[in-house]
T-cell receptor
């Protein structure tokens, strides 16, 4: 249980275009979803937190107008990188969380990641 | 702001040796702490999750301890194998996950 999928797994786009990444919780309802970015040889950095039906909360230094997050339902969140530039090339990973009933409260379940390359 | 530190940054051992990976964090008000494995170019594989009320968790050759008061966790991997070569990430959950930079492990055959 607690499977999270991401689509696409990799994408190449041209500079100036926008790209959308989907994150889905397949077998549970995610009250909260998180988006992370990982540059080569670095650890994961939280970009934003989104609750279903609410505006996302962005971490300091993350441009909310550039990284648009929509959490339209309890099973789907999307990250749109607008006007992408080569410096946005990175590995984007989402996670989903729910309070849970097994005592593992607020555990985050991770998607497999999306490799974005902007040329 | 939660700060998570992992030591050492890299580790190379011969096959069969036990591995000890360390993680420290600055704020002890946490829900849980999680250890992940990440292979090059891949996503995260959850290894162990320790709730804040627990002292340790075990799964097969893996054992993780948590000392919340001192802000420390240790991941032990017994009888290492070449397949254990990966980067191991520690993450502290105080509603948001804060990750350490990771320890890259190489197990030599």
């Amino acid at each position: 249980g607690a499977v999270v999928s991401q689509h696409p797994s990799w994408v190449i786009c041209k500079s100036g275009t926008s790209v959308k990444i989907e994150c889905r919780s397949l077998d549970f309802q995610a009250t909260t979803m998180f988006w992370y970015r990982q540059f080569p040889k670095q650890s994961l950095m939280l970009m934003a937190t989104s609750n279903e039906g609410s505006k996302a909360t962005y971490e300091q230094g993350v441009e909310k107008d550039k990284f648009l997050i929509n959490h339209a339902s309890l099973t789907l969140s999307t990250l749109t990188v607008t006007s992408a530039h080569p410096e946005d090339s990175s590995f984007y990973i989402c996670s989903a969380s729910y309070p849970g009933t097994s005592g593992r409260g607020y555990e985050q379940y991770f998607g497999p990641g999306t490799r974005l390359t902007v040329t | 702001k939660q700060e998570v530190t992992q030591i050492p940054a890299a580790l190379s051992v011969p096959e069969g040796e036990n591995l000890v990976l360390n993680c420290s964090f600055t704020d002890s008000a946490i829900y849980n702490l999680q250890w992940f494995r990440q292979d090059p170019g891949k996503g995260l594989t959850s290894l162990l999750l320790i709730q804040s009320s627990q002292r340790e968790q075990t799964s097969g050759r893996l054992n993780a301890s948590l000392d919340k008061s001192s802000g420390r966790s240790t991941l032990y991997i017994a009888a290492s194998q070449p397949g254990d070569s990966a980067t191991y990430l520690c993450a502290v959950n105080d509603y948001k996950l804060s990750f350490g930079a990771g320890t890259t492990v190489t197990v030599r055959a």
